[in-house]
C-alpha cells in the first residue's frame, strides 16, 4: 500500500535534507529507521529544504504492508526533532511532487516597515522568469507565485508565499532583493548574488486536490517534544531579560 506521510521538523537539527547529505540528513534518518524495523528501504519526498530550512509540512511517499499507525508511532518515538502528524491512503502510486500548492513562511524578528516591503515584494507575485532570483540547476526557471502576504505573530512579522513550485534559493533570494530596499526586480540584467539566511524559513505545507490526510496523535509518541519546547520558551525568555 501508498501512503503519503506530512511531517515537520528543526533543519538547524541536521546536516541537510537530501540522503548522503553528511552524517544525519533528514532522508538518511527516516530511511535508516525504516529499514532498521523492516517497514521500507525507501521514501520519495515532495519538497527537499534547503540545509537549515524547518518544515511544518513536508510530505514523503511510503510503500508498506505495516500498520501505518504503528509506523507512524515509530517515526514519532524514535526520530528526535522531527514530528509526523499525518498521512494519507493511496489509491495507488502518486509523486508527491505532483501537488498543488506549497506554502512557505520567512519570520522576519527585526524592525521592518512592512507596508513599504509589501510593496516590493508584490513585485515578484505572479509567473516570471526567476533565473536571476535562483540557484540555476538543469530546471526550469519560469515559475508562478500565486500570492504573497504576511501576518504577524507578536512584534514578528511572517511573510507568507503560496507557489506550486520553487526553485532553489528562490525565496531567500527574493527576501534578500527586497530587504535590501531594492525595487524593479525583473529589470535586473545579472544574478542577485544575495539570498537571506536559512533559519528563518520553513514550509508551511502542501496540498493535494482530491487528498484527505488523517490526523495521527504524535504528541503522545513524542514526549521529547514537550521537553524541547519548554527548554526553548526557558531560553527565549532568558534572552530577553539579558536584552532588557
Request: with cysteine.
Amino acid at each position: 500500500m501508498y501512503y503519503f506521510i506530512k511531517y515537520g521538523y528543526d533543519g538547524a537539527k541536521f546536516t541537510g535534507f537530501q540522503r548522503g547529505n553528511g552524517v544525519n540528513s533528514i532522508e538518511d534518518s527516516i530511511i535508516r529507521l525504516l529499514s532498521l524495523y523492516g517497514i521500507s528501504h525507501d521514501i520519495e519526498s515532495a519538497a527537499r529544504t534547503d540545509r537549515g530550512v524547518s518544515a511544518r509540512g513536508n510530505v514523503f511517499l511510503i510503500q508498506t504492508d505495516r500498520n501505518i499507525n504503528d509506523v507512524m508511532g515509530i517515526l514519532n518515538a524514535r526520530i528526535e526533532n522531527m514530528f509526523f502528524y499525518s498521512y494519507a491512503l493511496l489509491d495507488d502510486y502518486i509523486n508527491p511532487r505532483h501537488n498543488s500548492m506549497k506554502e512557505y513562511s520567512y519570520i522576519l524578528t527585526d524592525y521592518v516597515n512592512i507596508e513599504e516591503l509589501m510593496i516590493k515584494l508584490l513585485e515578484f507575485k505572479g509567473q516570471h522568469d526567476f533565473r536571476n532570483f535562483c540557484t540555476v540547476d538543469s530546471r526550469n526557471t519560469v515559475r508562478t507565485i500565486d500570492d504573497i502576504s504576511y501576518s504577524q505573530f507578536g512584534r514578528f512579522y511572517i511573510i507568507n508565499f503560496y507557489g506550486k513550485s520553487f526553485i532553489w534559493h528562490q525565496i531567500r533570494s527574493i527576501m534578500a532583493f527586497a530587504l535590501a530596499g531594492n525595487k524593479n526586480p525583473f529589470s535586473l540584467k545579472t544574478k542577485f548574488t544575495y539570498i537571506a539566511p536559512p533559519e528563518p524559513l520553513i514550509l508551511r505545507d502542501i496540498i493535494y486536490d482530491g487528498i484527505t490526510f488523517t490526523n495521527f496523535n504524535y504528541i503522545k509518541h513524542k514526549r521529547s517534544m514537550n521537553k524541547t519546547l519548554e527548554m526553548v520558551r526557558t531560553r527565549y525568555v532568558l534572552y530577553e531579560i539579558f536584552d532588557s
